[in-house]
């Protein structure tokens, strides 16, 4: 069967490799594959050593001093990296915070309370911090939610399936990029093309946090009013989320300082660290774009490029993660696994996988891999963070499987071995 996606090269994925930390190891715990990148991402050595590095400034960025004015400059690059490179916009601010919960919460608010409408559309696929904002500020502005089900076969939503809930009182439609239980990539751009046509005042809102690692996005493209990511995700640290939100959603009546411009959605004072810690994201990304670059590119452009090979990788691994070798049997062939969401589109795929092993528990089943050296997930129904995406499903449960594009295909060949037996131990216990 023809392979799927593009792998690094050794030479460049042992390079990227070096980047990161503890890509096949804890220091505490010895040998380990870690594919939970989902719930926060292998880190880039240089986005932790520049956030370290700029906290040893003790100036205000907003003073007159040498040191201020080169910290301030550090917070454009990053401001610029955030909304340009990143996400692609033209015009439109910044809206930062301590999580993208927080943004979830305080810019589906700020829509709820200042847009004419009386319905806001939504998935059932949404993280809680977007549907639980979604649902908290309709209650509290009389709005009623509109929530779209979900496709148990792709694990995404169909387009069409959000768009029948849309009509020309819907002020605001909220749709994910990428879920976060199944990988599957929605598609905004149709989602948000289709809802101009029946309200071409409504405002389109993504939460990109999971689909921002593995694929390029496009704010102007998709038409999007606000996208909203966690560097934590995305190779960076923990501590910050950001939003691209548009002009026009930027002017909207929100907290901020009186005096300030009527889009600067930012409070307090700023914190140079987080945005280098950013923009040493953005020049990794770059730095894997230009070693394939046959001309000179923009950052953007190279950013694109970059993305776009990260994505070809994680196709490949993806594609190895199913089908194995001819030694090594991959998911899709080993007894009693059961790969969810399998509709063998890989294109409309993020790396995230959900299976189940039969006769093994999900909760036991993480523990078995962690005796093995593996760090995987479950979603299971008993938690916040999961039940109403699984109910969608008509699931019990999932082992959720994140890898990043610095894992190679040995990683994925050595999980393969160890799920085969935890399947095999499984089937003999049942
Ligand atoms: C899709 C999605 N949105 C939002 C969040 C929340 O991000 P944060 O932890 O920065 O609040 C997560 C976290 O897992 C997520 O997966």
């Known amino acids: 069967m023809a392979k799927i996606g593009e792998p690094f090269d050794s030479t460049l994925l042992d390079e990227i490799r070096d980047k990161f930390y503890y890509v096949n190891y804890d220091p505490d715990m010895g040998k380990r594959i870690f594919f939970e ?27 007159v001093h040498e040191r201020a ?18 996400c692609g916009a033209k015009s439109g601010a910044l809206v930062t915070d301590l999580t993208a919960s927080e943004i979830n919460f305080d810019v589906l608010g700020c829509i709820a309370e200042n847009v004419t409408g009386m319905n806001i559309v939504t998935t059932a696929l949404e993280h809680p911090s977007a549907f639980d ?26 387009a069409e399936e ?29 989602i948000f093309k289709e809802a101009k046509k029946i309200n071409p005042d409504i405002y389109c809102y993504t939460d990109a946090v999971q ?80 070693q394939f670059a046959e001309h000179k590119l923009t950052r953007r452009e190279q950013f694109l490029l970059g993305m776009d090979k990260i994505r070809a990788h994680e196709t490949a691994l993806f594609d190895h993660m199913l089908n194995g070798t001819k030694e090594i049997q991959g998911l899709r062939s ?30 036991e089943c993480v523990k078995e891999y962690a005796r093995r050296g593996v760090t995987v997930y479950e979603r299971v129904t008993d938690s916040i963070y999961s039940k109403r995406m699984l109910d969608a499903f008509g ?15 040995e990683d994925v060949e050595e999980f393969l071995i160890i799920t085969k037996k935890i399947a095999e131990m499984a089937a003999r216990t049942e």
């Open 37 to 63: 990148n989902s719930g926060g991402s292998l880190r880039l050595k240089e986005s932790v050593r520049v956030k370290s590095e700029y906290e040893q400034f003790p100036d205000c960025p907003e003073r």
């Open 69 to 86: 004015l080169f910290l301030n400059e550090i917070q454009k690059r990053g401001t610029d990296d955030i909304l340009n490179v990143i």
């Open 133 to 158: 904002a979604a649902q908290y500020h309709c209650a509290r502005t009389g709005k009623e939610l509109r929530v779209a089900k979900a496709n148990p076969k792709t694990g995404g939503v169909d």
């Open 162 to 190: 959000i768009i029948k809930l849309i009509d020309k009182d819907t002020c605001c439609v909220s749709v994910m990029s990428a879920s976060n239980i199944s990988g599957a990539v929605l598609d905004v751009e149709k």
């Open 211 to 290: 689909h921002v690692p593995h694929a390029a996005v496009d704010v102007e493209k998709i038409g999007a009013d606000a996208l909203v990511f966690a560097p934590y995700k995305f190779f960076g640290t923990r501590g910050t989320g950001f939003a691209y939100i548009s002009d026009r959603l930027s002017v909207l009546h929100h907290r901020k300082l009186i005096a300030k411009s009527r889009n600067v959605w930012q409070l307090g004072s700023p914190t140079p660290s987080n945005f280098a810690s950013l923009s040493a994201i953005v020049d990794y990304v770059c730095w894997i774009g230009s």
């Open 334 to 363: 080993i007894p009693g696994v059961h790969v969810y969401f399998d509709d063998g589109d890989l294109a409309h795929k993020d790396l995230i996988l959900a299976i189940a092993i039969d006769g093994i528990d999900y909760k």
């Open 395 to 409: 699931l019990k449960g999932a082992i959720r499987i994140s890898p990043i594009h610095c894992h190679s295909f």
